[in-house]
């Protein structure tokens, strides 16, 4: 099937309004998600049906997903992708129940076999953090700032999402730094470097591919030829620091904030440095596929992700 070249993720702008989703928000703090359930399920469906590029891209994914592990009850259908879509409406309701105060620690399951949470406070120097767009971060970042009282830096290449942070924010999200980190100018590795000296943490997603001139490098992922930036390991390299991966997963009903090493240190010789960062992009993809598989409906990634189209039926 042939397919006009998508718009690049970070350019799409929002669907829907600001007024309904703050409504939905308001009513899920004061009726209850049970009582708004007909009308979360009447705008998820809105989204569905009128978002065709969605559709399909979530379609792929699922179609990639269960042909790289080999399960078949993995491979998409109508259902199974309209159940992704409301997956991603229930994340953005737990993203406010967390910032109302309604998820608290003592909903959340830690796993940590490392006990790298007790390194984290023990060490005077920050870390980073390397997420997905898997599961739920804003628990893992809400909790940072909430339960453990550390300043959580959350780079970010766009303003994309700007309604909703605006719904985190007069929830109460008042303290989560945003830095905007399009280029790895001096001025902002100085910045971050700064952070870091005072024991402060870096998060950045692994699996976002920057709007403006990011250096990107195509790997495997489940199967398939994918652009994964390089930003990440580019900075745990120029900042010398360590590198942990952090995802969040709703299993049977509870959130699995999960905390793993993956990089003491990342180096590189000068000649070695686009095969060195291959390697750890690499690495990354096929990790972040292996928990894809933790909660498959939970990747949410409504673009298309991979450099080949393929021909779905959504």
């Not at 042939?2 to 308001?26: C, D, I």
């Not at 060490?123 to 909790?143: F, P, S, W």
């Not at 390089?230 to 995802?247: D, E, I, K, R």
């Amino acid at each position: 099937m042939s397919q006009q070249p998508a718009a690049h993720w970070a350019g799409q702008r929002e669907r829907g309004s600001y007024a309904l989703m703050k409504l939905t928000a308001v009513l899920a703090r004061l009726l209850g998600r049970r009582l708004i359930s007909p009308l979360i399920y009447a705008i998820v469906l809105y989204f569905f049906v009128f978002g065709a590029q969605a559709r399909r891209s979530i379609w792929q994914y699922q179609s990639h997903l269960a042909t790289w592990s080999g399960r078949d009850e993995l491979r998409p259908s109508w259902r199974r992708v309209f159940r992704q879509f409301m997956c991603f409406a229930d994340t953005l309701l737990d993203k406010l129940d967390v910032w109302n105060g309604k998820l608290g620690l003592q909903q959340i399951t830690l796993v940590d076999p490392h006990d790298l949470r007790g390194q984290l406070h023990r060490q005077e120097r920050g870390q980073m953090l390397v997420g997905a767009h898997l599961g739920n971060l804003e628990v893992c970042r809400a909790l940072a700032e909430l339960g453990e009282h550390v300043t959580m830096n959350v780079l970010v290449h766009t303003k994309h999402a700007e309604q909703f942070n605006r719904l985190l924010g007069e929830a109460g999200a008042t303290h989560l730094r945003l830095i905007q980190v399009s280029e790895l100018d001096p001025a902002i590795m100085l910045q971050l470097s700064e952070r870091l000296e005072r024991g402060e943490w870096l998060a950045i997603a692994g699996d976002r591919v920057p709007l403006h001139g990011g250096r990107n490098t195509n790997v495997d992922f489940l199967g398939q030829p994918a652009a994964f930036p390089q930003g990440p390991w580019l900075l745990a390299g120029l900042l010398h620091c360590s590198v942990n991966l952090l995802n969040c997963l709703k299993i049977d009903g509870r959130y699995q904030v999960i905390i793993e090493p993956f990089a003491e240190r990342i180096e590189w010789k000068r000649s070695e440095r686009e095969a060195v960062i291959r390697q750890w992009v690499q690495r990354y993809a096929e990790r972040l596929g292996q928990r894809c598989l933790d909660a498959p409906l939970q990747w949410f990634n409504f673009y298309p992700f991979w450099n080949a189209h393929d021909d779905t039926s959504a």
